[in-house]
């Protein structure tokens, strides 16, 4: 399977539609698929967790703060961070320099159009199924590592600052994930280094979407990115500081996450689910949108380098517990999510990804889940 070199039909930038009465029918969802926004609980969270000395001179707050990410992990796939280590002030202007962007005129933006062959720059589909339902949201893709695919040239040279802004932002949430790559390494009992190093030590792959959602009219009958888990390692997501809209899978229900702010939103993908042999599994997230207001979010991905073959941690295959997936390199992986879209969590449950041996007990939940704001 290789990746098309061009979209099956004519793009059209969602933010030109947000001004119509009515959305296209190519972005009205079955009913089964659509935010059912009559059933919401303020009374769930997705964990919150200080980082503050994660690292520091004290063994106990470090012992705590692991526990804390530990639960969170095992519990929600999810959770916010504060005192991370990035500055607040860069989080706001890597978010406006983008906001920035999706408003400069059309033929600006059109000039970094996208195709399905790597997806980098402005886009406004995932997925290459000619007829598919769409979703209602654009967005831009960048690779910021490896240094080899790095290029600045493929980023927008407006907002003037933008290239500026977001190589510095790159740096700090590196900076980061290297951090809660020796988190999660510790709490699967393997050595501090081993997440990193499997995933290629300082060849990691990491790549940015800033997904913009305009206004809606019709809310109720679309999502702004339809159900996935994220195919790469960890994703730390910068949301929109006033609009929420992400919502995440908890067993039969759907959490609108209420976003902290100045905090990350991070997240377990599916290669992090493979190389734990599923002790940690990505979660199915979603994200609705709404007729007043715009949403931006920076969700940056952090992957393994993309021609390593990733499997299970030996550590963690037992004879009770075998291999449950195959090993296969990112690359490959993310094939299916190039050509087929968000489709929950269909890959990584998929035959094709599953060992033999596996007999996972973990089904998948049902496809409609009530909702919930937390
Ligand atoms: O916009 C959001 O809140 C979530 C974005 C997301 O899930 C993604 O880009 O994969």
């Known amino acids: 399977m290789a990746s098309p070199k061009d979209w099956p039909e004519p793009v059209i930038r969602v933010q030109s539609l947000s001004n119509m009465a009515a959305i296209p029918n190519r972005y ?20 919150l967790i200080d980082l503050q000395g994660v690292f520091g001179d ?21 959770f916010q961070v504060v005192n991370h280590g990035v500055s607040p002030l860069l989080m706001d202007h890597a978010r406006e320099v983008w906001r920035r962007f999706f408003h400069l005129p059309m033929e600006e933006k059109q000039v970094y159009a996208n195709s399905p062959k790597t997806y ?3 886009g406004s589909r995932l997925g290459t199924q000619e007829g598919a339902i769409l979703d209602w949201s654009d967005y831009y893709f960048l690779h910021y590592l490896p240094m ?27 900076k980061l994930c290297g951090v809660l790559m020796k988190v999660l390494s510790m709490n699967l009992g393997l050595g501090e280094e081993y997440l990193q190093k499997a995933f290629g030590g300082e060849d990691i792959g990491a790549c940015l979407r800033v997904n913009f959602y305009p206004k809606c009219p019709q809310p109720d009958l679309t999502l702004g990115l339809s159900s996935h888990s994220d195919p790469g390692g960890m994703t730390l997501l910068l ?11 908890k067993s039969t229900t759907w959490v609108t ?25 990505s979660v199915e997230h979603r994200v609705i949108v709404n007729s ?31 291999a449950l997936y195959k090993a296969m390199t990112f690359d490959e992986y993310r094939l299916f999510i190039r050509t087929r879209g968000p489709r929950g969590k269909s890959q990584v449950e998929s035959s094709l990804i599953k060992s033999p ?4 007990i973990t089904a998948a939940p049902p496809a409609t889940a009530k909702c919930c704001t937390v």
Do not use: M
């Open 148 to 174: 080899l695919l790095k290029d600045h040239e493929k980023w927008p040279a407006l907002p003037s600052s933008l290239r500026e802004v977001i190589e510095e932002y790159g740096a700090e949430v590196v």
């Open 357 to 360: 041996k596996s007999k996972l």
């Open 120 to 122: 980098e720059g402005y």
């Open 58 to 78: 004290d063994s106990a707050l470090t012992a705590t703060i692991l526990s804390q990410v530990s639960e969170a992990c095992l519990d929600w796939g999810f």
């Open 292 to 322: 007043a207001e715009e949403r931006v979010s920076l969700a940056f991905f952090y992957n393994p380098k993309s021609d390593l073959q990733i499997e299970p941690a030996k550590e963690l295959v037992k004879p009770d517990k075998p």
């Open 239 to 249: 949301p929109d500081d006033q609009v929420p809209g992400l919502q995440v899978r």
């Open 28 to 47: 009205i969802k079955p009913p089964r698929d659509r935010p059912a926004i009559n059933s919401i609980q303020n009374d769930v969270n997705i964990p």
């Open 257 to 281: 996450v209420k976003p902290v702010p100045h905090a990350f939103i991070v997240n377990i993908g599916d290669q992090i689910q493979v190389l734990s042999n599923a002790i940690y599994k």
